[in-house]
């Protein structure tokens, strides 16, 4: 079976034309044919048939039309489907618009390497495949249409190739007719008036050459009042004075013989892109490079990027700005090194031999020897090259040209770092207001302009890629009748994303599919499993996870995806660790490939390894920080270790990492959860705690509890859900909401009674304690706590022991027991101080401070509070340091120090409120009016006072609004404030 569409679209079955049953199966199958074997969306198929017309209706019209094209084809097979659309299964010697092309290719090969007989037979056999034009009749179907016009120029292309190789071949006299023919056809076509009158010219017929001419003239001022071109002017003249080389600069690349010695400079370079936008910073950096001249050496500058991001367009147009500069010549040659099959060095250098004047058969065939030649060739002259899709630095150093006078211009996903000399540029995506403007210039939509924040969205959605906002302006141009808002709505799909970045030959997922399909395999694996990732950047370690293997295997192959441009370097974060980020639309071709080429099971399996290496470096950052495993619970889920080179060097600063790496471990919750691992899950969110808590995180906090908590009950993990009760109810405490925080924490009791777990009842009983003790219950809290501190030192949790001793403490300074309150303080203290916990030991000096306030000690107070500042900012402990602060402004206060005082309590004021800290925030307003009372502004102490007695009640702590109170009666009555 052979497929016809030159002409009219027909079935060649048996070498008998059949016709297609109806309009719209010639329709859909032109439409394929279109594509050339490549998969076409369901929604571009219906979009260039029906448009809007059939709504909802129009998925299953397409189903029918193509369960009757398969059966009119009796070949099911031919109409190829898979998720992403349909496809024509077919050979190019089957379908004539594909075999047109390739003819086309050869034919024009075989120019490249001088042999003018075997091009013209391929361009001969290439034409007489046209029965008319392309698609005849399916003109309203506007897709076709401008594909058929595509078509008709390729063929008037390869006519006028086949015409000039027929004249570089002799045949002058017999094309005459044939070119009479269509310029009396076509008289305002001035290219092949200009043939006519060489052929004429050429075969002796000077006089017809002369009158053809004049006919062509009277032509194009009758019909469009213009003069000839300078072409035809310049021949005209070269007829006149009878020059026997009198020749066409027509850009073909056929040539007598005997002109080949004194060819013109070649320019291969292709067309510049219209409406570059947002590079002109790059293009002014490329031109100054290239025309720069280095001593005895070639300019080189290479030009990096992942794909899609305009590289070739910004490297032509920087050729096409310096042409001037290479008189020489300019030499082209797309390399093709982001594919599978790049191309090899020696036939480049072939096509550059023949460019140059060499005759086909005298280009060397071994690559020394055609790279000598090349160079001595470029000897004394200024040449441009331009090296498009290199893939490596092997690929391209045969062919630098030699000494001064030249220029390369590389193109890369590479960065090329081992070519010596290169000046190189990274090019990066466009910045959002380039973004605008490129979407801006392809649709001319008036909207882009008048809407800004609509106009960014879709920037956003096609990740500032420069492919990406082209298709998705073609597609806004193409359909008039689509609003900005209907294309951003199908882009915020991700799973069909890449589907709507297509549009004709453009593709963002072919282009990321080249670069995939030219990696090794190891490479592809860590690819697709890096599509798995929730989180803007990533550390190194995550991709030994996710690979299985050492950490130092793993990376050099993660660097190896970063020098292919699928992945790029963030920056270094606070640990010095390098990071690494994938760009969303790449991110979604990886999980396409995961979804199509992982094993079954692959995925889980890496998804669990790195979740376990999340928990095991949590793990391990908690028990540095805390000196072991203390107020913490841990269940059995599996661990990934990283091994004890990285784990050491990535947990130097346990704080820090956690820091750095918050959002992947919020981000490890959910994958755990989403693959049902509840131990992993609540085990994850209760570790992580160790940094929610210290940051102030408590939106992640609630969050990741949240999850566990329902994956728990999922999973009917009691003691998951007893931990993640007990979490949500610590944060309602740090939250202050003490009423929210109580039926979490009898639920958590009541849940670790059922399990037997000792050590989660005695966490919960201590914090159960403190609701009691703030609300006033001194002696309910006291029982509460000895209670908890009974069961906590049975757990060994030494940790705990010593919080619980800080909080008896605390209730012996409430109650006057000063004696008491510090030989609880130094015990804790010294317990933490043993155990390395710089954290805990602060919490310990921070209640000594208030300690030693209220029995007037300014100084004694001063010191520890410093000490408290000091060990919170080491191990970035935020609420610990605004704690410290209002200590130092309360100390100073009482030692009357009221401006130094001032400065800590603005400061500490203004971190409570960013961490959203309520009692932090009222307690720092309480000490701000004392300060107020003390420099004479009773009217700011009242406010201040007044402020904070709201916030206590609000908050529900009975002591402090009565101590908030009692203040504000000492300024209305002028009496002396209370230290607190």
């Keep these: 079976m052979r497929f016809r569409v030159l002409g009219d679209v027909t079935l060649i079955v048996d070498g008998?034309?059949?016709?297609?049953?109806?309009?719209?199966?010639?329709?859909?199958?032109?439409?394929?044919?279109?594509?050339?074997?490549?998969?076409?969306?369901?929604?571009?198929?219906?979009?260039?048939?029906?448009?809007?017309?059939?709504?909802?209706?129009?998925?299953?019209?397409?189903?029918?039309?193509?369960?009757?094209?398969?059966?009119?084809?009796?070949?099911?097979?031919?109409?190829?489907?898979?998720?992403?659309?349909?496809?024509?299964?077919?050979?190019?010697?089957?379908?004539?618009?594909?075999?047109?092309?390739?003819?086309?290719?050869?034919?024009?090969?075989?120019?490249?390497?001088?042999?003018?007989e075997t091009a013209v037979a391929l361009q001969r056999e290439a034409l007489a495949l046209w029965h008319g034009r392309a698609f005849a009749g399916l003109d309203d179907v506007a897709a076709l249409a401008e594909a058929a016009e595509r078509l008709e120029q390729d063929r008037k292309r390869v006519l006028a190739e086949r015409i000039d190789t027929d004249m570089a071949l002799g045949g002058h006299a017999?094309?005459?007719?044939?070119?009479?023919?269509?310029?009396?056809?076509?008289?305002?076509?001035?290219?092949?008036?200009?043939?006519?009158?060489?052929?004429?010219?050429?075969?002796?017929?000077?006089?017809?050459?002369?009158?053809?001419?004049?006919?062509?003239?009277?032509?194009?001022?009758?019909?469009?009042?213009?003069?000839?071109?300078?072409?035809?002017?310049?021949?005209?003249?070269?007829?006149?004075?009878?020059d026997p080389h009198a020749g066409l600069d027509s850009g073909t690349r056929a040539r007598?013989?005997?002109?080949?010695?004194?060819?013109?400079?070649?320019?291969?370079?292709?067309?510049?892109?219209?409406?570059?936008?947002?590079?002109?910073?790059?293009?002014?950096?490329?031109?100054?490079?290239?025309?720069?001249?280095?001593?005895?050496?070639?300019?080189?500058?290479?030009?990096?990027?992942?794909?899609?991001?305009?590289?070739?367009?910004?490297?032509?147009?920087?050729?096409?700005?310096?042409?001037?500069?290479?008189?020489?010549?300019?030499?082209?040659?797309?390399?093709?090194?982001?594919?599978?099959?790049?191309?090899?060095a020696s036939q480049a250098l072939g096509r550059f031999l023949r460019a140059l004047g060499t005759p086909g058969t005298a280009v060397p065939d071994g690559l020394d020897e055609r790279a000598e030649a090349f160079r001595a060739r470029l000897s004394g002259r200024r040449v441009l090259v331009l090296l498009d899709d290199a893939a490596d630095e092997a690929?391209?150093?045969?062919?630098?040209?030699?000494?001064?006078?030249?220029?390369?211009?590389?193109?890369?996903?590479?960065?090329?770092?081992?070519?010596?000399?290169?000046?190189?540029?990274?090019?990066?995506?466009?910045?959002?207001?380039?973004?605008?403007?490129?979407?801006?210039?392809?649709?001319?939509?008036?909207?882009?302009?008048?809407?800004?924040?609509?106009?960014?969205?879709?920037?956003?959605?096609?990740?500032?890629?420069?492919?990406?906002?082209?298709?998705?302006?073609?597609?806004?141009?193409?359909?008039?009748?689509?609003?900005?808002?209907?294309?951003?709505?199908?882009?915020?799909?991700?799973?069909?994303?890449?589907d709507e970045l297509t549009h004709g030959t453009l593709s963002v997922r072919a282009s990321l599919a080249l670069g995939y399909s030219g990696l090794a395999e190891r490479s592809r694996v860590l690819f697709r499993r890096l599509g798995l990732l929730e989180i803007p950047d990533f550390a190194g370690w995550v991709a030994a996870a996710l690979l299985d293997e050492e950490p130092r295997d793993a990376e050099d192959v993660l660097e190896g995806l970063v020098e292919a441009r699928l992945v790029e370097y963030a920056g270094m974060d606070d640990l010095g660790e390098a990071r690494y980020r994938v760009h969303d639309l790449v991110r979604l071709h990886a999980r396409e490939r995961g979804e199509a080429d992982e094993p079954p099971g692959a995925t889980a399996a890496a998804l669990t390894r790195l979740t376990g290496a999340y928990l095991a470096l949590a793990e391990q950052a908690h028990r540095r920080q805390y000196g072991g495993d203390y107020t913490v619970l841990h269940g059995e889920a599996l661990r990934w270790d990283c091994g004890e080179p990285t784990t050491a060097r990535l947990l130097e600063d346990p704080g820090g990492w956690l820091r750095s790496e918050r959002l992947g471990l919020v981000a490890a919750v959910e994958q755990a959860a989403g693959l049902g691992l509840s131990e992993t899950c609540w085990d994850l969110a209760m570790t992580a705690i160790t940094l929610f808590e210290a940051q102030g995180l408590f939106d992640d906090w609630r969050h990741t509890s949240q999850v566990a908590l329902d994956t728990a009950r999922w999973a009917g993990d009691a003691r998951g859900e007893a931990a993640m009760r007990y979490s949500l109810g610590t944060l309602e405490l740090f939250r202050q909401h003490y009423t929210a925080a109580r039926p979490h924490l009898d639920a958590a009791l009541t849940l670790f009674e059922a399990v037997d777990d000792h050590h989660g009842q005695a966490l919960t009983l201590r914090n159960a304690a403190l609701i009691e003790r703030v609300e006033g219950r001194a002696g309910t809290a006291l029982r509460g706590y000895r209670q908890a501190l009974r069961m906590l030192r049975e757990a060994g949790d030494r940790h705990a022991e010593a919080h619980v001793l800080g909080s008896i403490a605390q209730i012996h300074i409430e109650q006057s027991r000063p004696e008491a309150a510090a030989r609880l303080l130094e015990t804790a203290l010294a317990v933490y101080r043993d155990l390395g916990n710089t954290r805990g030991g602060a919490q310990i000096l921070n209640r000594l401070g208030a300690l030693h306030l209220s029995q007037g000690a300014a100084g004694q107070a001063e010191d520890a509070f410093r000490q408290v500042l000091a060990a919170s900012q080491a191990v970035g402990d935020r609420i610990g340091e605004a704690y410290g602060l209002l200590g130092i402004g309360e100390a100073l206060v009482l030692a009357r120090d009221l401006d130094g005082a001032a400065e800590r309590l603005e400061h500490a004021l203004a971190t409570a409120t960013e961490l959203g800290e309520p009692f932090l925030t009222a307690r720092a307003r309480l000490a701000g009016g004392r300060l107020?009372?003390?420099?004479?502004?009773?009217?700011?102490a009242r406010t201040l006072l007044d402020t904070a007695a709201e916030a206590f009640a609000e908050i529900g702590l009975p002591v402090w609004h009565e101590r908030a109170r009692e203040e504000l009666r000492a300024v209305e009555e002028a009496r002396p404030f209370l230290p607190s």
């Design 256 to 344: 007598p013989a005997q002109d080949k010695d004194q060819a013109a400079p070649p320019c291969m370079l292709p067309p510049r892109v219209g409406d570059l936008t947002g590079r002109d910073g790059e293009i002014g950096r490329i031109v100054d490079v290239l025309r720069s001249r280095p001593p005895g050496a070639p300019v080189i500058c290479a030009v990096s990027g992942m794909p899609g991001v305009g590289k070739t367009a910004l490297a032509v147009q920087a050729a096409h700005d310096v042409r001037d500069d290479f008189p020489d010549g300019q030499l082209y040659v797309n390399l093709r090194g982001a594919g599978s099959e790049p191309v090899d």
């Design 16 to 116: 008998s034309p059949t016709h297609l049953s109806s309009r719209r199966q010639e329709q859909l199958l032109a439409l394929l044919v279109c594509a050339r074997g490549q998969v076409v969306s369901a929604e571009t198929l219906i979009d260039a048939m029906w448009g809007e017309r059939l709504g909802p209706r129009a998925g299953k019209n397409l189903q029918v039309l193509v369960h009757r094209l398969r059966r009119t084809l009796d070949d099911p097979g031919r109409i190829r489907h898979d998720r992403s659309g349909y496809a024509l299964s077919a050979t190019p010697e089957e379908v004539d618009a594909w075999q047109f092309a390739d003819l086309a290719v050869r034919a024009r090969n075989a120019l490249d390497a001088a042999d003018l």
């Design 395 to 498: 690929q391209v150093e045969p062919l630098i040209p030699p000494g001064d006078g030249c220029a390369v211009l590389i193109t890369s996903r590479a960065a090329l770092t081992a070519l010596p000399g290169a000046r190189r540029l990274v090019l990066l995506v466009l910045d959002a207001g380039a973004s605008v403007e490129l979407l801006d210039a392809i649709t001319g939509r008036a909207e882009l302009t008048t809407d800004a924040t609509t106009a960014a969205r879709l920037a956003e959605l096609c990740g500032w890629l420069p492919l990406a906002l082209r298709i998705a302006g073609a597609r806004l141009a193409a359909r008039p009748h689509w609003t900005v808002e209907r294309l951003i709505s199908r882009l915020e799909a991700e799973r069909d994303r890449l």
């Design 174 to 242: 017999e094309i005459i007719p044939e070119l009479i023919s269509l310029v009396t056809a076509d008289p305002l076509a001035e290219s092949m008036g200009a043939r006519l009158m060489l052929a004429m010219h050429r075969a002796g017929r000077r006089t017809e050459a002369l009158d053809a001419y004049r006919r062509i003239r009277t032509a194009l001022a009758e019909e469009l009042g213009l003069e000839p071109g300078p072409q035809l002017r310049s021949l005209e003249q070269a007829i006149l004075r009878g």
């Design 932 to 940: 107020a009372a003390a420099r004479g502004d009773p009217d700011l």
